[in-house]
């Protein structure tokens, strides 16, 4: 039982079916809100917060446990997406990385230790969607110096980490693609994106920064995300 957002209810006055009214959401769905583990979507969340006046931390602390502010949402995202399009041109795809390779990438003197680990722990939580038993199908596409690039230091990491990659190939749900070297330059040069396709038919989109990054849902800017990836995945090498 989720007993902080009980409390909350009862002192605001509310009730699972007064709040759906309001969220605007199915009841049943309102009454599976206070179950433990339940956790609606980001929207839902900052909804029923500002109704009873409460944080989203206070009501629901695993939601916001483990990783930076602004990927919190689009981790609640991904694990409802049932198709992720994931180009990288820099580092291996989080979802794929081992652990060793994510520690590497996140030790840049930027963090400190814990917030390393942390980053760690969140990263490699998040692989879990593909564990499930109804995992979502992820097409990655890398661009070739992604797996040419060495980890200074740690001359072993790389390997482990393309050994992972090519077992990884083998699941039915994963696709990794390669755009070769001879490609040029092409759109996806400026920048990695994920796009996540939800059971609706709607998507959602990942954009990295250098110090953040943000979801963007807006129809104009999928769209031009869904081009760009049309056109990366063309300059791919086959998936055999």
């Known amino acids: 039982m989720n007993h902080a957002l009980q409390q909350a209810m009862v002192q605001a006055g509310e009730t699972a079916e007064s709040l759906a009214a309001r969220v605007g959401v199915d009841p049943k769905t309102a ?8 956790t609606p979507r980001p929207r839902c969340r900052a ?14 602390p695993s939601a916001v446990r483990g990783e930076p502010d602004w ?10 997406a049932t198709a992720i399009r994931w180009y990288e041109p820099a580092y291996v795809p989080g979802i794929l990385q081992t652990e060793a390779y994510a520690r590497a990438t996140l030790a840049d003197g930027l963090l400190l230790p814990d917030e390393i680990e942390q980053r760690v722990h969140s990263r490699l939580k998040r692989q879990e969607i ?4 109804d995992p979502p199908l992820l097409l990655a596409v890398l661009d070739v110096m992604v797996l040419r690039r060495p980890v200074h230091g740690h001359p072993g990491v790389m390997r482990e980490q393309v ?11 994963v696709q990794i693609l390669v755009v070769p070297e001879d490609a040029g330059i092409y759109p996806g040069l400026q920048g990695g994106f994920i796009l996540a396709t939800l059971g609706d038919g709607s998507s959602v989109a990942h954009l990295d920064h250098q110090v953040d ?13 869904q081009r760009v990836w049309e056109i990366i995945r063309g300059e791919a090498l086959s998936r055999r």
């Open 47 to 60: 909804a029923v917060a500002a109704i009873l006046e409460r944080e989203v931390a206070d009501l629901w």
């Open 130 to 133: 593909l564990d499930r038993d």
């Open 213 to 225: 990054a943000q979801v963007v849902s807006t129809p104009d800017r999928i769209a031009t995300l």
């Open 163 to 173: 050994e992972h990659l090519a077992r990884m190939a083998e699941l039915p749900y």
């Open 71 to 80: 990927l919190r949402d689009w981790v609640d995202w991904e694990r409802e």
């Open 31 to 38: 009454g599976r809100w206070v179950s433990p583990g339940r």
